[in-house]
Nanobody, 125 residues
């Protein structure tokens, strides 16, 4: 059984920052990959960032441009997304995803089997 719960979204002005968190409840002793995706109204869910079990491999979408940082704390069962220099185009619902039994950091949505309910991020201009 896997449950993911995101938090940390909100309303912020352009240029501001937010830190998203995802609490992981996963009854497994195996490695798992984590990622953040986002979905804006009328658009498909798109990849934002991914991190492998050990944290040594991270992947980012091109539009991140060094503004976002993904990290994880396995002892606390948490994954984070630090978002800086936010733009109105970053407005979306942000989801964390989990892929069991994987040592890499996949970037494709269908590679992830479990999702949280999402947290809304709204960036005003």
């Amino acid at each position: 059984q896997v449950q993911l719960v995101e938090s940390g979204g909100g309303l912020v002005q352009a240029g501001g920052s937010l830190r998203l968190s995802c609490v992981i409840s996963a009854r497994t002793s195996n490695a798992y990959a984590m990622a953040w995706f986002r979905q804006a109204p009328g658009k498909e869910r798109e990849f934002v960032a991914a991190i492998n079990w050990g944290g040594g491999i991270t992947r980012y979408a091109d539009f991140v441009k060094g503004r976002f940082t993904i990290s994880r704390n396995n002892a606390r069962h948490m994954v984070y997304l630090q978002m800086n220099t936010l733009e109105p185009e970053d407005t979306a619902v942000y989801y964390c995803g989990l892929r069991l039994n994987h040592i890499g950091a996949p970037t494709v949505r269908t590679d992830y089997h479990y999702w949280g309910q999402g947290t809304q991020v709204t960036v005003s201009s």
